[in-house]
């Protein structure tokens, strides 16, 4: 795992069942572990890459899920298909480990999606899920009451004005894993 990249992943979805709701737009951050020896490494960013994708069954959506995500038709209007988005995020993905905040929630839509459209999943089988490692490292800190990425967030003091956009809380994720691990620029 050391020399695989992390592909820091978060999906926004018409609901919270993987096998009734889809994903609506999916975010890839990639990043390069770079060995720093007796310092445990830093990342190096080397792409990202957001998708919004379009819905297949709007009428099984959950009003709550579009709002809270933000979603709308006007721009959705130029949306991929799932199938092309997965495709090209199994090639950027390919031997990276998947890094999630809240992993069984991304990964269940993300391998979803691999399912629904036979696009292999090309992956290294390592999975890190940022909230156990919150758990793990910040338990004893009293300031952290909660390990939501917006509570880590605002305890980090990462910005993220665009929560529930998949792009915009992956690169808070970064920012967040960064601080946690203690990773300095």
């Known amino acids: 795992m050391k020399t695989h990249n992390l592909a ?3 999906c926004e979805t018409s609901g919270l069942d993987p096998d009734r709701h889809e994903m609506i737009e ?10 720093r020896p007796g310092k445990g490494p830093t ?3 080397i792409g990202e890459k957001d998708w919004k994708i379009k819905m297949l069954h ?3 959506a959950e009003e709550q ?16 298909d799932l199938e092309s988005v997965m495709k090209e995020f199994a090639k950027m993905t390919e031997s990276a480990n998947f890094v ?11 391998m979803k999606a691999f399912e629904k459209t036979g696009v292999q999943n090309r992956m290294h089988y390592g999975k890190l899920d940022t909230i156990s490692m919150a758990v793990a490292r910040l338990y004893d800190v009293p300031q952290a009451g909660s390990f939501s990425l917006r509570a880590l967030c605002e305890l980090f003091k ?3 004005k665009r ?11 970064v920012e967040v894993y960064k601080k946690m691990m203690g990773i300095r620029d």
């Open 8 to 10: 820091f992943i978060d």
């Open 26 to 35: 999916l975010a890839v951050v990639l990043a390069q572990q770079v060995e």
């Open 43 to 45: 990342l190096k960013i």
């Open 58 to 60: 709007p009428e099984l």
């Open 65 to 80: 899920a579009l709002r809270v995500n933000g979603y709308n038709e006007a721009d959705w209007i130029f949306a991929a």
């Open 100 to 110: 999630s905040h809240n992993l069984t929630f991304d990964y269940s839509f993300v």
């Open 158 to 160: 990462v910005d993220n």
């Open 163 to 173: 929560a529930h956009t998949a792009l915009a809380d992956t690169l808070a994720l």
